[in-house]
């Protein structure tokens, strides 16, 4: 989820991602199988298998299970048969969103999102409708005891990152879709594997939110999130940090 609070966001979702763990490692066993079947076992080989891997071990999915998964992709040449599909529409009070799927099934996934659009204040639009709102970028967070905030920034900096900017909880590096391999590579030699990483999509344009409207969109995030087939929401919610605290603590 994009907004203006960046951080109350990322814990937004670990926190989603910690209740529902089996889900999540269910979602990141699925990606890590892709992309082995469509590259190969090798992840030094395959940049999308590494990525799916180091995301994997961001979120502690076990060790066995990330070699399962690869194993189940690179043997695979029948059975399960996943396609990617990303969907756009708005949800509450006119807030963009993006929803990547991996499934095996189009018209279910496509179904079954719609309903959940429809059904919680929002409405699946067009391929496009929003996608212009946000920027494709490479994310890596790192917990902010792993370095200072002038460490981190000279470290990304050096290795190729767009940006780094830190707080007290955590330092959030962004790359370039094109930079982030490298820059998560050598991060990961200096600091070991990040709380979190991935390509990511940023809003380029927000919408600000009152607390009634975002406790609207957070309740459709989390019933899209809960959906099998969905691998990532993303939204341009803008609210503030203390409107995001009040409802995580509700």
Not at 135 to 157: H, L, T
């Amino acid at each position: 989820m994009a907004g203006h609070s960046k951080w109350a966001n990322i814990k937004h979702r670990k926190g989603a991602q910690d209740a529902k763990r089996s889900k999540v490692f269910s979602k990141l066993g699925r990606e890590i199988t892709v992309a082995a079947k469509l590259g190969g076992e090798d992840p030094d080989m395959n940049p999308r298998l590494r990525l799916a891997v180091s995301t994997a071990r961001g979120q502690s999915m076990p060790k066995d299970a990330i070699e399962r998964a690869i194993k189940k992709g690179a043997g695979s040449t029948d059975g399960e048969d996943y396609s990617e599909i990303r969907y756009e529409g708005y949800g509450p009070n006119g807030v963009a969103v993006i929803v990547e799927c991996l499934t095996d099934n189009k018209n279910r996934t496509a179904s079954e999102v719609r309903t959940i659009f429809g059904k919680n204040g929002g409405n699946l639009g067009e391929t496009g409708s929003v996608g212009f709102m946000f920027d494709r970028i490479g994310e890596i967070v790192y917990p902010a005891d792993k370095a200072s905030a002038d460490e981190m920034f000279e470290a990304g900096v050096e290795a190729g990152a767009s940006n780094v900017e830190s707080d007290n909880e955590f330092h959030n590096v962004t790359t370039e879709p094109d930079d982030f391999g490298a820059v998560l590579d050598a991060l990961t030699k200096k600091y070991g594997e990040p709380e979190r990483s991935g390509l990511a999509w940023a809003a380029n344009i927000q919408s600000e939110q009152d607390e009634s409207s975002a406790a609207k969109v957070l309740n459709l995030v989390d019933l899209l999130e809960d959906n099998d087939d969905v691998q990532n929401v993303t939204t341009n919610m803008d609210v503030s940090d203390e409107i995001m605290e009040k409802l995580l603590s509700a």
